[in-house]
């Protein structure tokens, strides 16, 4: 490409002649990682779905970093349709016409979005990174940022942050109804329990919560995800074989699955499920997490629980809302959680089950150690499933040796001593919004 057209499609993504729209800030987001990229010597590696507003962040980031030289940040975004071709030689290209011809006066700041379009990118970034050229952020929609190769050029020089849509918090932001108190939070309480509602059957996603046709924003992005993110970075042939497992998932979200009872029940070969979930993780459509268990060879032969990144996903494509609330419910704590461990990344997220089937939905360590307990229940008003929660519960405590378990509610608040054991019970918009 010629140096004139590089830099055209660069002056639409950059502050350097004109404002560019960071929309509304993602503050937790924001301060971690301008923290991380000015305080650590490291490329700063940034995950998360399609759509979830990594690019927005990026933007807003950017702004932050720019001081008074507009010059010094370099934001490159290559899903751009305008770049003909996505390989090293166009990275190279465009690093050199932003040096040569925007001339950054001090260390500049190069965010690469998108960056799994460009083979061998991470040659490019470890070159620049060892010459202390310029500090790097990439971001990608794909977990493959995470790849063997990429641990290989980068050991030791990159630090890896996912970003999820919209938590609860941020989508009352989003609604402008920011709350910053337990005070404000109990003010709003009607108004925090109507937008709930609407999160759990919507989701995070920034554009579908800005969006009055939200149902077909949804339906677009699931097949964005199918074919960009897994059939055709994978070079997948069978694609309504996909498309199957993809629906499948989201459509049994938090629940046990197994990869030979999905074979059987769907009629697709163990090895085709096994691969082709594995991707569906890859590309952040979902997540599974595993049985706690102290031996590693139970953990990894154990069902495990699945979920998806965005409850209104699985909505959109079939999930019956109003007969699954409880299921719901739980992708949201699962999600919410995950959004926690990119903060800490000490944190481990499992589920607990034993001999007698004895579940708890969440097993939170940190560390070395078991921290908190979590149950999710929808109704607690139903004494046969309370008492179910409750034992299973009371179990795991004495198993992790803890004396506080949670469950979280629809509606319901309050404290309960079991024996020598106290169970808290908490709605769920106000441990979205609290803990």
Known sequence: ?????????????????KEVDT??????YLDTLVDLITNTNQIICIAGIRRSGK????KQIAKQLIEQQKADTLIVNFEDERFRQRDLELLIDIYSTYREKVKP????????????????????????????????????????????????????????????PLSFKEFLTFNEMPVENEIEILAHRIEIKQLLDEFR???????????????????????TLIVKDVIERFNIR?????????????????????FNKISGFLNIPLTTVERFSNHLETANVVFFLKKFSFSFKEQEKAQRKIYSADVGMSNAIGFRFSENLGKIMENIVAVELKKRQSFNPRIEIYYWKD????EVDFVVKEGLDVVQLIQVCHDVTNFETKER???SLVRAMKEFKLTEGLIITDDFEGEEEVKEFKIEYIPMWKWLLLE
């Open 1 to 17: 490409m010629q140096k004139s057209e590089i830099i055209e499609i660069l002056s639409d993504w950059n502050f350097w002649v």
């Open 238 to 258: 069978e694609r309504e074989k996909i498309r199957t497992i993809a629906k499948f998932y989201l459509t049994n979200i938090s629940s046990p699955i197994s």
């Open 105 to 164: 006066k001090s260390t500049p700041f190069i965010f690469l979005d998108e960056i799994q379009t460009i083979p061998e990118w991470e040659r490019f970034a470890r070159g620049v990174h060892e010459r202390g050229e310029a500090k790097i952020i990439v971001s990608g929609s794909s977990s493959k940022l995470l790849s063997a190769e990429l641990a290989t050029l980068l050991t030791g020089r990159h630090i890896m942050f996912f970003v999820q």
């Open 389 to 391: 929660e409750i034992r």
């Open 201 to 223: 059957e919507y989701g995070g996603f920034p554009e579908v919560v800005q969006s009055s046709d939200k149902q077909r924003i949804l339906l677009s992005y699931f097949e």
């Open 55 to 58: 690019s927005t962040i990026i």
């Open 355 to 358: 001999y007698q089937q004895r």
């Open 23 to 28: 929309g509304i800030t993602r503050e937790e």
